[in-house]
């Protein structure tokens, strides 16, 4: 059974960092793509960032280009979501999903719990 676990949420003032956590287990963490979502409030879910593992290739939205990095580490079946220089509207429950055998795309197949992020101002 696969399952995402999402670490790392809290509260945060603006301007500090943040690191996520999406740990991984069900499948061989050798051939996916995994992506961070995020949804706040009366909001819909926007695509934050995602990574593929056959490539190494990362994508992110241009609203936290520049401040947030993915990084996966395969011995640990997690990826990492680095959040810098945090904004009061980077605040909302962020999502971890996965889609196996499969590069960055609009669809996953598994998603996480999720794991609250609030930055005050």
């Known amino acids: 059974e696969v399952q995402l676990v999402e670490s790392g949420g809290g509260l945060v003032q603006a301007g500090g960092s943040l690191r996520l956590s999406c740990a991984a287990s069900g499948f061989t963490f050798d051939d996916y793509a995994i992506g961070w979502f995020r949804q706040a409030p009366g909001k819909e879910r926007e695509g934050v960032s995602c990574i593929s593992s056959s490539d190494g290739s990362t994508y992110y939205a241009d609203s936290v280009k520049g401040r947030f990095t993915i990084s996966s580490d395969n011995a640990k079946n997690t990826v990492y979501l680095q959040m810098n220089s945090l904004k009061p509207e980077d605040t909302a429950v962020y999502y971890c999903?996965?889609?196996?055998?499969?590069?960055?795309?609009?669809?996953?197949?598994?998603w996480g719990q999720g794991t609250q992020v609030t930055v005050s101002s």
């Open positions: 999903a996965a889609v196996l055998y499969y590069t960055c795309g609009p669809l996953y197949d598994y």
